[in-house]
Structure formats: C-alpha cells, structure tokens
T-cell receptor, first 113, second 112 residues
Framework: DAGVTQSPTHLIKTRGQQVTLRCSPKSGHDTVSWYQQALGQGPQFIFQYYEEEERQRGNFPDRFSGHQFPNYSSELNVNALLLGDSALYLC????????????FGDGTRLSIL | SQKIEQNSEALNIQEGKTATLTCNYTNYSPAYLQWYRQDPGRGPVFLLLIRENEKEKRKERLKVTFDTTLKQSLFHITASQPADSATYLCARSDTGRRALTFGSGTRLQVQP
C-alpha cells in the first residue's frame, strides 16, 4: 500500500521564478493538505483540497495556489519566488473531518538562490 | 489566533527512563490534539490522537494526557530506547475544520 508520494524530492530555483510541486495521496484518501516547514519549525498550514476545491486556507499570500485532480492528486504552485520561500513543503492526505490523522509524504526541499 | 507551544530545548534522557514532553495551547480548547514523530529529512508520522473529552490515551509505550484546565497535553514514552530519538510535534485541530496547527516540536535524544 503506497503512502503519500511527493515529487520532486529536491529543487533549486532563483528569485522570481515559479515552481510546481506534486503530491499523490495515500490510497483511499480524498483530502490533501499542504504545509510549509522552515528549518527548526513546525509545519505551517497552506491550504487543503477536497472534491477538487480549496476548502480552507492558511495565512499565505496569493502567490501560493493549488489544484486537485479527479484522481485526488494535487499540485502546489508558487509564483514570484522569494528567498523566504526556501523550506520543506509537505503534502498530507486524510479522510475528511477534523479528527482524522494526517499521513505525510517526505516533502520537497525547495531552495531559492 | 490559536497557538501551540512546545519546549524548544532538546530533551536528553537515559535509555530505560520515561520521557515526558509538554504541549501548551492558547485560547479555547481544541477538539483534538494529535502527536507526531518526525525524523530528520522525513515527513511527520502520526502517533496518537486525543479528544477534548478524553483525559488519557495509550498505545504500547506511549501515553498522552489532555488537561483542559491547564490547557496542556503531556506525551510520555516509557522505557525509552535510542530508537525513540526524534522530534515530536504536537498539533491541534478543531471540530469541523481540517487544518492542523503545529507547535515547533521538541527534540528528544535518548542516550544508550
């Protein structure tokens, strides 16, 4: 049973560029959440997708956008990259509901030069 | 805004002892508190979930308590082993909402 898979594992970009990160949820899960984790910090919620719609959003600018496909996989897009966007981007999948444990992928390490 | 606070200092203990990690929250009680383990370069792994109306939850060597008066959750690992060394994250979630609000995590180091 495959868990949450993310690609790519590492990415290096320069300021001003755009990036797309991808996530396939655990089999049977239909809800995908994205988190940003800076070094030494806990993950910060970016947004969540369910039924191909953004259901909830954290305190992140519009430069961060996403999409969910009919097969429940998801993409995170970041435009006009800033140095401060350097972080580990984590995807988590779950069943819907506030009491569901989240299953995380191992993330994409994004470095901005 | 809702906050989760964890002790940012690393916790060092001897193998075989009980490790106790603290998670404090602000404002109203969350519907659920969840604990995750994170190893370097890996994503968090779910360990335990405790509901607002539960005082205690156990799973093998792990125990979580939830004290709404103190606005605190304690996470215990009994008979700790070097393999338990990792960062432990506490997260809150609320009824009807799906986002997790994480603390910054506490790094546990178990010495052989």
């Amino acid at each position: 049973d495959a868990g949450v898979t993310q690609s790519p594992t590492h990415l290096i970009k320069t300021r001003g560029q755009q990036v797309t990160l991808r996530c396939s949820p655990k089999s049977g899960h239909d809800t995908v959440s994205w988190y940003q984790q800076a070094l030494g910090q806990g993950p910060q919620f970016i947004f969540q997708y369910y039924e191909e719609e953004e259901r909830q959003r954290g305190n992140f600018p519009d430069r961060f956008s996403g999409h969910q496909f009919p097969n429940y996989s998801s993409e995170l897009n970041v435009n006009a990259l800033l140095l401060g966007d350097s972080a580990l981007y984590l995807c988590a999948s779950s069943y819907p509901g506030g009491n569901q444990p989240q299953h995380f992928g191992d993330g994409t390490r994004l470095s901005i030069l | 805004s809702q906050k989760i606070e964890q002790n940012s200092e690393a916790l060092n203990i001897q193998e075989g002892k009980t490790a106790t990690l603290t998670c404090n929250y602000t404002n109203y009680s969350p519907a659920y508190l969840q604990w995750y383990r994170q190893d370097p370069g890996r994503g968090p792994v779910f360990l335990l979930l405790i509901r607002e109306n539960e005082k205690e939850k156990r799973k093998e060597r792990l125990k979580v308590t939830f004290d709404t008066t103190l606005k605190q959750s304690l996470f215990h690992i009994t008979a700790s082993q070097p393999a338990d060394s990792a960062t432990y994250l506490c997260a809150r979630s609320d009824t009807g909402r799906r986002a997790l609000t994480f603390g910054s995590g506490t790094r546990l180091q178990v010495q052989p």
